[in-house]
Each structure stands twice: as C-alpha cells, then as structure tokens.
Nanobody, 125 residues
Framework: QVQLVESGGRLVQAGGALKLSCAAS????????MGWFRQAPGKQREFVAA???????YYADAVKGRFTISRDNAKNTIYLQMNVLKPEDTAVYYC???????????????????WGQGTQVTVSS
C-alpha cells in the first residue's frame, strides 16, 4: 500500500506561481514512478507530469516550459513547481504512484496504482 498526501493548492492570480507537494508513505518510494494529474469541473482527469526514480521527467504539452516536476527520495516527496499560471490551469491536482514503473508514463489515470485526495488550485484572471 502507498499513501499519498498533496498540499500547496490555493487561489492565485494569472501569471503567478505555486508549488505543490506530495508526501508518500507505505512502500519504498524510490522504486516507483510518481506523477501529477489534474481534473477540472466536468472534465476527465488529465496527465500533467511524471518523474522517474532518479529524475527523468515527462510533461503534457499544455504545461511544458511552465511546470517543473521534481522528487526528493530522501524525503519521500515530489513537487510540482507551476509558473506563469493561467485560468485554464484551474483544477484539483492529484498525485499518483505507478508501481509498475512504466515509461513513458501512462497518460490514462486508470493505469496508475495509487492516488492522493487532491489539492485545489484556482487561477483567477
């Protein structure tokens, strides 16, 4: 079992920045890939970014160049630094764990194994 807890979401103005965190517990953190997805009202959960155990990253086109995913294996935590935020980035952001360690990462959320409860990010125009 893996437990994931996200934090850092809040209301921010367009053009601003925000950093999300996701703390993991329960299994050896460095053995699995981690990622961020988001879900806006009325839409499906969509892939945002993923990171392998020692740092390789993968991004959705919509966030490439604005968002940066990273992980600290010593702290069992991943981060999502979000810059130049846009109103269309408004969503609940979920942290996920992929124990099968697929790469490139699966872009469909149903193929990920564990999820956190989500953290709300709202970008005002």
């Amino acid at each position: 079992q893996v437990q994931l807890v996200e934090s850092g979401g809040r209301l921010v103005q367009a053009g601003g920045a925000l950093k999300l965190s996701c703390a993991a517990s329960g299994r050896t953190f460095s053995l699995y890939a981690m990622g961020w997805f988001r879900q806006a009202p009325g839409k499906q959960r969509e892939f945002v970014a993923a990171v392998r155990n020692f740092g390789s990253t993968y991004y959705a086109d919509a966030v490439k160049g604005r968002f940066t995913i990273s992980r600290d294996n010593a702290k069992n935590t991943i981060y999502l630094q979000m810059n130049v935020l846009k109103p269309e980035d408004t969503a609940v952001y979920y942290c996920g764990a992929d124990l099968l360690y697929q790469w490139p990462p699966p872009l469909v959320y149903t193929l990920w194994d564990y999820w956190g409860q989500g953290t709300q990010v709202t970008v005002s125009s």
